[in-house]
């Protein structure tokens, strides 16, 4: 599997994280991986999957559309789009029929479209909810991206909209199939350096256009955390293999007349039972960063970079991590549509990203009581063990 973009590498911005070089050739030496019953399931049903890509922005053009030439189980049969001028260019690309394209207007119609099984939804946060709800109501599996939806509310009437339909619902965590990530799981959940006693995991970068919707509650609905802090609260919880139990968080936000709507920086801090405390920076205003670290009785164990595309590189206390890239789209996807094939649980299911959104609220909540240590006694129970 070749990672290919035409992205040319920019510095400090979303897309050094988006992804630009022509690397990631999928080695996948890896015996812990959970989606080994890939090759199993097609061979026990020949028919890919149709995905439908709801919202064709960058991150669809850029890596979901490219991973769907790749993937084994599932392809790219349709498109949504509010963009007339996208439809051609798409469909001359990717070999997709007219019947296969839809607007936001006619979306629904895709209930009576027999090659789409699936619908991604890649618009901006605050649509996640609706579309993957309508997908459902159509009759399709459904792929939200990240964050699942807004609020907790909002995840539980999609988790309640795909249980009624009888459809499944996947999040687009991809790093649940990147092997460093995966790595880091398996030696913080297994102690494999003693016991994990801290860690700090950061995300951050410096937004150059304000404009975007990600500057803009209204579609974002939420600064940093909602965007790339989620990846630290994942990297947190999937590397100890526990939830946490209470939340402080602060707003660091430096420039506070450009952010009018979100929060431009903070700072939270989980702990958990085992004693375990992380602490995380997030930021729209601060230079690139991107790590998640461990530091456990026996030494320190990370990554850095931790939550993109490719490039990722880790350490141990003895030595670098050995891994190559993998293109994470691909094995997301095929792993999701394997689910469908043989009916089997999704490896990311809604009940995550509902999880992670109630973590989110709760930072919320303790930035606006000035940073008061709140429980999260009511975290919904799921977790990612290796
Ligand atoms: P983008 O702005 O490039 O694309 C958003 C798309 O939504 C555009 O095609 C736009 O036309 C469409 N859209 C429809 N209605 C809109 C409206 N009212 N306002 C603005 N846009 C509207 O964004 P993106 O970077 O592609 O992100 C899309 C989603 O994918 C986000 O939820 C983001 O969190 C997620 N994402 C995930 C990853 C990952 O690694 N999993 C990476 C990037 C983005």
């Given amino acids: 599997m070749m990672k290919k973009t035409n992205e040319k590498p920019q510095i400090i911005t979303r897309r050094k994280f988006i992804g630009n070089s022509i690397t990631g050739l999928a080695v996948l030496g890896f015996s812990t991986l959970s989606f080994s019953g890939l090759v199993a399931a097609k061979k026990g049903n020949n028919k890919k999957l149709g995905i439908a890509l709801v919202g064709l922005g960058n991150y669809a053009e850029s890596q979901l559309a490219p991973a769907l030439l790749e993937t084994e189980n599932c392809y790219l049969a349709g498109i949504v789009t509010g963009t007339k001028s996208k439809e051609k260019q798409w469909q001359q690309k990717y070999n997709i029929p007219d019947k296969n394209v839809y607007n936001y207007d006619n979306f629904d119609d895709i209930a009576h479209n027999d090659d789409i099984d699936i619908v991604y939804v890649v618009l901006p946060n605050s649509m996640h909810a609706e579309y993957s709800i309508r997908a459902a109501k159509a009759g399709k599996h459904v792929i939200s991206e990240k964050p699942m939806a807004v609020s907790v509310a909002e995840c539980q009437q999609v988790i309640d909209a795909c249980k009624k339909q009888g ?220």
């Fill in 167 to 386: 459809v499944k619902l996947g999040i687009g965590y991809r790093l649940h199939y990147e092997p460093h990530n995966l790595e880091m799981m398996r030696l913080g959940q297994n102690q494999v350096y003693g016991k994990v006693n801290s860690m700090q995991a950061n995300f951050s970068f410096k937004m150059g256009d304000l404009s975007q919707w990600r500057a803009d509650k209204k579609y974002s609905g939420g600064g940093p955390l909602m965007d790339i802090g989620l990846y630290c609260i994942q990297g947190a919880i999937y590397t100890l293999g526990e939830l946490p139990i209470s939340v402080s968080a602060r707003d660091t936000t430096v420039n506070r007349a450009a952010w009018k709507t979100v929060e431009g920086s903070l700072e939270w801090t989980l702990k958990f039972k085992s004693g375990a405390v992380v602490n995380s920076v997030s930021s729209y205003e601060q230079d690139y960063q991107d790590s998640l670290v461990a530091t456990a009785d026996k030494g320190k164990f990370g990554l850095g970079p931790a939550y993109m595309y490719d490039g990722l590189k880790g350490f141990t206390p003895e030595g670098n991590m050995p891994f190559n890239a993998v293109y994470e789209q691909v094995l997301q996807m095929d792993s999701f549509a394997t689910s469908v094939l043989n009916n089997t649980d999704v490896l990311v299911p809604g009940e995550m990203g509902m999880r992670d959104m109630y973590i989110v609220e709760k930072i919320y909540q303790s930035m606006q009581q000035g940073g008061k240590e709140l429980s999260l006694a009511d975290i919904p129970k799921i977790l990612h063990k290796v």
